[in-house]
């Protein structure tokens, strides 16, 4: 996995922390990285530069939190927010703040990682879920 790939894969778990418990987004990313455990990166910390994406990711989703889930409500028609799991909804979060990067990632590099982080965190139909609704964020967005 490469540096962008390990920093979403903390992010989200920073992102989950932080919906779920009362800390603030400082306080959640300075405690996720002095208790990250290294054998969760096979043995070894993550680099500077994927913990300087994640850093960017979970300050980024939390800065522009409104946005990225106005999208999702909008491309979600079936799915309150509220009622997606945690997981889901976070992954959706992440994606859609890359997306709204416009340029920095490419369109199906986000899909594709936003896909296999649901499916690795998630439930058996998480994938499928991300996918259909980060595919219509796009398209919202005008990302190609």
Known sequence: ?????????????????????????EQVIAAYWRNADPDM????????????????????????QEACDEAIRKASTNWRLERMARVDRNVLRLGTW?????????????LDEAVELAKRFGTEDSGAFVNGVLDRIADDLGVV
């Open 1 to 25: 996995m490469g540096a962008r790939g390990t920093g979403r894969e903390s992010a989200l778990q920073m992102l989950f922390a932080l919906e779920a418990g009362s800390l603030g987004v």
């Open 98 to 110: 890359e997306l709204m990067q416009k340029g920095v990632v490419p369109r199906a590099v986000v």
């Open 41 to 64: 990166w096979g043995g070894s910390a993550p680099d500077a530069e994927s913990r300087a994406y994640a850093d960017a990711i979970v300050r980024g989703v939390a800065e522009g």
